[in-house]
């Protein structure tokens, strides 16, 4: 499989799968510790847009 195929075929996957396969690509670098807090990073954003995006949703079914 090349990475224009692979590249392909990411947006078809579910978030988890993409989550997964980024934490995959993570680990297989040299510098995985530096990667890891990244990854810890992104993921502490995702979790302040997701509690934002629950509030807006909130705020229009007022």
Known sequence: MSKADIAAEIP??????????????FEA????AT??????L???RFQMLD??????EQAAAR
């Open 51 to 56: 509690a934002m995006e629950a509030q807006d």
């Open 42 to 44: 992104a993921l502490e």
């Open 12 to 25: 078809r996957l579910s978030h988890q799968e993409r989550r997964d396969l980024v934490r995959l690509i």
């Open 35 to 40: 990667l890891a807090e990244c990854e810890r």
């Open 29 to 32: 670098e040299q510098d995985a």
